[in-house]
């Protein structure tokens, strides 16, 4: 059964309306009338009572932007051209989203965080932002995993100006030899120009980044951009199903999720410019892991030039918060 909706400024479309103990009926809307007029094709009543009727007329019909932008092509199964669609569209729940008003609160929200940031600590910091604005001389560098759980500046507290910081998929470093990625000019900028004097890879639990790595059969599929980035960790997956192979997939990706940090560790080694800084002494490398499940934080640093692990970097100051 299908509901028939003459909407103004939208094109013609029809969807699959699930009767509520009613027979066939369809809706016009004409767009000079502010009246839905209900057309029934039985004599039964629609909803068995007058009141229902009137519920419903009293409900407005809102098209969410999807379907909008979907109405053409909803238009072009509706008319019989694909074939299943009364099938595909039986198993499918419609819900109404105004997302007008949605938009609207989330950015009333947001907006109310940085009304009260401004007040609370740029207007008490005044002179500090002042200085942010001419100049920044951030201490860390961070590379951190893109996952919206995991925010550097909400669970170690950086401020405006302590942390430079990029993010992206597995909080991985690629090899100085590979191509540019933002991930190089981030490291050559907050290196050779910010001067920063600690990097921090962080890494975390439950990455989705590792599980894409954990599970990719080979080189994994050349299509993916994801794939075609998490494969910079493949030494870290290789010496995790060299000693963890008997484990539940869950206890391997922990694993490689761990790997990994050393792993990105060892390859910022390989860029020259930070090898020299951190041989000298002006630049040090420490590693991460963020436990969201439990809420704990395992830091360590490399400890240069000393016996070297499994891994290829030694470490040492390992703690857990």
């Known amino acids: 059964m299908l509901l028939r909706c003459f ?33 029934l094709h039985s004599q039964q009543s629609i909803f068995r009572s007058k009141d229902k009727v009137n519920e419903f007329e009293r409900t407005q019909l809102k098209i969410p932007a999807l379907f909008r932008r979907k109405a053409a092509n909803l238009q ?29 609160d989330v950015f009333d929200e947001m907006k109310q965080r940085f009304l009260a940031f401004k007040k609370l600590k740029y207007m008490d910091n005044l002179e500090h932002f002042k200085k942010l604005a001419d100049a920044q001389a951030p201490k860390f560098l961070v590379i951190a995993c893109a996952d919206s759980r995991v925010c550097p500046s909400a669970i170690l507290g950086f401020q405006p100006g302590e942390a430079f910081t990029v993010r992206n998929i597995a909080n991985l470093v690629p090899s100085y ?12 900028f907050s290196v050779n120009t910010l001067e920063v004097e600690n990097i921090l890879v962080i890494g975390h639990s439950r990455c989705g980044g590792i ?34 192979s008997n484990l539940h997939f869950d206890h391997q990706c922990q694993h490689c999720e ?38 704990t934080f395992e830091k360590w640093t490399v400890d240069y030039g000393s016996k070297k692990e499994v891994s290829g970097i030694a470490v040492k100051n390992r703690s857990i918060w």
């Not at 419609?94 to 997302?99: F, G, K, N, R, T």
């Not at 980035?229 to 060299?242: D, L, N, Q, R």
């Open 7 to 39: 909407v103004p400024c939208y094109p013609l479309f029809e969807i699959p309306y699930f009767p509520l103990m009613a027979s066939h009926f369809s809706i016009s809307y004409d767009p000079s009338s502010s009246t839905s007029l209900l057309s």
């Open 76 to 104: 072009a199964m509706a008319s019989g051209k694909t074939p299943g669609l009364t099938q595909e569209a039986n198993n499918c729940t419609y819900e109404a989203i105004v997302d007008g008003e949605n938009n609207a």
């Open 177 to 188: 030899e590979s191509g540019p990625t933002e991930t190089k000019a981030a490291l050559q």
């Open 211 to 244: 599980q894409a790595l954990m599970s990719m059969e080979g080189e994994g599929d050349s299509r993916s951009f994801i794939h075609d980035w998490v494969i910079v960790g493949k030494k870290a997956k290789e010496s995790t199903k060299a000693v963890a």
């Open 258 to 295: 761990k790997t990994s940090i050393n792993h990105s560790l060892e390859r910022l080694l390989g860029y020259p410019w930070i090898e020299e800084k951190v041989r000298k002494g002006s630049l040090s490398l420490h590693g991460g892991y963020y436990d969201f499940v439990n809420c």
